[in-house]
């Protein structure tokens, strides 16, 4: 049987449901470079440290490599280090191996460490970012194209993944579409009582329109836009709930008090994940109105979106180019609050309109599957 060996930082939330369909299907270990320590870490977009309630080490082989960062942590290029990392690859004898994420001294040097010896498939979500500076790109372009040449596949999760891999030099040839995804039944999974309870908790009505906001309350997903948006459109039968934490919650709860609308907007702290699909299916809309650089893709939407919920999102939003469409919502300007003001009127004036929508989404959503992912890894190993 072929082995591929997994390497990433640590269990990440999303990643833990294709590692068990892989698991099904070929022998598979998991090499978390973060080291153990790493499994309850402190995330600063939310401002705190985030234990998932979902199992993250069940239904696949893993093994915690040591980490020897004096500052560890998968926010900068020398939080992950480890001495021993190819070693222990080696021992598990892969087929092929597929790193996460090159950003990280280790990763970096096990790039080299199995080239030209097993296939190195890699796995990254990012899309091209220019900056203002001809220089600063041209040395961006230097470097990346020097990574991705010791790749043999690269995985891409959509258009705007596949334009930034194709910049920096990696072939047609060389790409495989392996479509970003979430565990779809999960977000699916019909949750009416909870979704009534929610409601009637918050005192909104049934017939009331919900527009959604969930994610990290930081300044680069904008919700203070969203929250000023809500406010100039004032439509009665409308509620907004913010959910979320982080270095903004505050600042964005003095943004509101005093206003009209305040009444109509409804703060929940962070939620982990078995409450999130309520957290979904209680909403009519989601909205992600994200800044540059923005969202390298953003899973929330395709978490609403098998929910079976419109979509709203700025155009600095990664998935924007493949999941939002007019048949289930619409793509904003960044950061142009006349736009999206304007779009989310459009949007809330019916909420038969916005259950088509919705329904659009559920349909859409399915063909950006995790085992339609396992198909693409497996043709590579």
């Known amino acids: 049987m072929k082995r591929l060996a997994i390497v990433i930082t640590h269990p990440i939330q999303y990643y833990i449901p294709l590692f068990q369909l892989l698991t099904k299907q070929i022998r598979i270990k998991v090499f978390y470079t973060g080291g153990r320590s790493a499994i309850n870490k402190y995330d600063k977009g939310f401002g705190q440290h985030i234990r998932w309630d979902i199992p993250l080490l069940q239904g696949y082989e893993y093994e915690f ?46 790039l080299r460490a199995f080239k030209n010896k097993i296939p190195v498939l890699f796995r990254g979500d990012s899309k091209l970012i220019k900056s203002n500076s001809r220089f600063t790109d041209y040395m961006k372009s230097l470097l990346l194209t020097s990574v991705y040449r010791d790749v043999v596949t690269a995985f891409y999760v959509g258009t705007a993944n596949q334009a930034y891999f194709k910049a920096y030099g990696l072939r047609d040839s060389q790409l495989a579409f392996a479509p970003h995804a979430v565990d779809n039944s999960r977000f699916a999974e019909n949750r009416i009582t909870e979704v009534l309870a929610l409601r009637q908790e918050l005192g909104i009505k049934p017939e009331e329109i919900i527009i959604l906001f969930s994610g990290k309350l930081q300044e680069i997903k904008n919700p203070a836009l969203l929250i000023q948006a809500f406010c100039n459109m004032d439509i009665s039968n409308t509620q907004l709930l913010m959910v979320g934490s982080g270095r903004l919650e505050e600042e964005l709860k003095f943004l509101v008090s005093g206003h009209a609308s305040s009444k109509r907007i409804h703060f929940l702290p962070f939620q982990n994940q078995s409450r999130m699909p309520v957290i979904y299916q209680a909403c009519d809309l989601f909205c992600l109105p ?41 793509v904003f300007k960044s950061e142009n609050l006349d736009d999206l003001t304007q779009k989310l009127t459009a949007l809330v004036e019916s909420k038969t309109k916005l259950n088509r929508l919705g329904e659009n989404s559920r349909k859409k959503i399915a063909d950006w599957s995790l085992e339609k992912q396992v198909q693409r890894i497996l043709a590579h190993v």
């Open 290 to 330: 994200s800044k540059f650089p923005g969202e390298t893709w953003g899973l929330a939407v395709n978490e609403a979106m098998a929910a079976g919920k419109a979509i709203l999102a700025s155009d600095e939003v990664g998935s924007a180019l493949d999941l939002v469409s007019p048949q289930n919502g619409m």
């Open 65 to 110: 490599i040591p980490n020897f960062a004096c500052s560890p942590g998968s926010h900068h290029f020398l939080g992950i280090l480890n001495f021993n990392a190819a070693k222990r690859i080696r021992r598990f004898n892969p087929s092929a191996v597929l790193i996460y994420g090159w950003a990280y001294l280790s990763h970096l040097n096990l």
